[in-house]
């Protein structure tokens, strides 16, 4: 037999909260305290994930350690890795971004990993979908993965989002755009535009931010980052982000991505009245026999 293929998934969890107003990823939303990524690594667990790396800011590494080990599913390694905050302009406190994320995990990945965001529910089937590409002949070191959400999925019926717009040919990822604003309205989702509304196709693939990686990626992260650096001049709005990464990189050749459909449901947390909504679906799913009542330990 061969050698089992030990898979990472990266969970992002340093962010701010700024629309949300507090630590989404610390808000419990189980009936017994837990975390919305408590369901993400229970279902990682299930597919054949065996560690997980959270990329955490300081400021909350001990409540975040104490929260996270009451949960944490048998058989899956933690490592936290941080994200710093040194080095920010003035007037700037929230991290550079998802790409400074990842590149916060070199030195903890190794093999193939999947990353994912701390305060977001993908599915079962999205996370399977995942793993079974990290340990198939297809991916390698320049063959990437997105599970392709399709945007009827992907909103919330509280307020605008921020989605990664994709443009797919063959089942690969040629085109990304981050496009924000966007929400339901009248039954149509689109962005408001000088007074009219733009509609958006509700089939259109979007990118949550589940992608799948081979350690080739840090060397890209390294360099595109000190270019980004150098080319901000300190702008404390700019992002270093994940999207923007994987399309420079499609762009200049050096990567393709596999986009893998999911007809998964999203559901998360932006607004603080999201809280309800991913607490009653996390509640039906329990009833439904998705998930055990207690994920405790």
Same mark, same amino acid.
């Given at each position: ?23 989404k990823q610390l808000d419990p939303v189980g009936p017994n305290g837990e975390l919305l990524i408590h369901y993400t690594l ?6 054949? *994930? $065996?560690?997980?790396? *959270? ?6 590494? $001990? ?22 905050? !040194? ?40 996370? $399977? ?26 909103? $919330? +019926? ?19 755009? #981050? ?25 259109? *693939? ?11 990626? =840090? ?16 702008? +404390?709005? !700019?992002?270093?982000?994940?999207? #923007? ?21 999203? *559901?998360?947390?932006?607004? +603080? ?17 998705? =998930? ?6």
């Amino acid at each position: 037999m061969g050698r089992r293929t030990e898979t990472t998934i990266v969970i992002m969890a340093a962010g701010m909260g700024t629309r949300y107003g507090g630590l989404k990823q610390l808000d419990p939303v189980g009936p017994n305290g837990e975390l919305l990524i408590h369901y993400t690594l229970y279902d990682a667990a299930r597919a054949g *994930f $065996s560690r997980v790396v *959270f990329v955490i800011r300081r400021d909350f590494e $001990s409540e975040f350690v104490d929260r996270i080990s009451r949960s944490m599913p048998e058989g899956i390694t933690a490592a936290y890795a941080h994200q710093d905050l !040194a080095d920010l302009p003035e007037g700037r406190k929230k991290p550079w971004g998802t790409g400074h994320a990842v590149l916060a995990t070199r030195g903890f990945v190794d093999g193939p990993f999947g990353v994912v965001n701390a305060d977001d529910y993908y599915g079962r089937n999205a996370v $399977s979908s995942l793993h079974s590409f990290l340990t198939s002949p297809d991916h390698n070191e320049k063959t990437f993965a997105m599970i392709g959400y399709r945007l009827k999925n992907t909103v $919330s +019926p509280h307020g605008a989002v921020t989605r990664g717009v994709c443009g797919v040919r063959d089942g690969w990822l040629h085109d990304i755009v #981050e496009t924000g604003g966007i929400e339901v309205k009248n039954g149509r989702i689109g962005i408001p535009r000088n007074g009219d509304f733009a509609v958006l196709d509700p089939e259109s *693939f979007i990118s949550m931010n589940m992608w799948g990686f081979a350690p080739s990626l =840090y060397g890209y992260l390294d360099t595109l980052y000190r270019s980004f650096r150098d080319a901000v001049n300190n702008d +404390p709005k !700019a992002e270093f982000l994940i999207p #923007e990464v994987v399309k420079t990189l499609i762009t200049e050749g050096k990567i393709r991505v596999k986009v893998i459909n999911t007809s998964d449901q999203w *559901f998360g947390m932006t607004h +603080p009245e999201d809280r309800a909504t991913v607490t009653a679906e996390i509640s039906r799913m329990i009833e439904a026999g998705v =998930y055990p009542r207690s994920l405790a330990r």
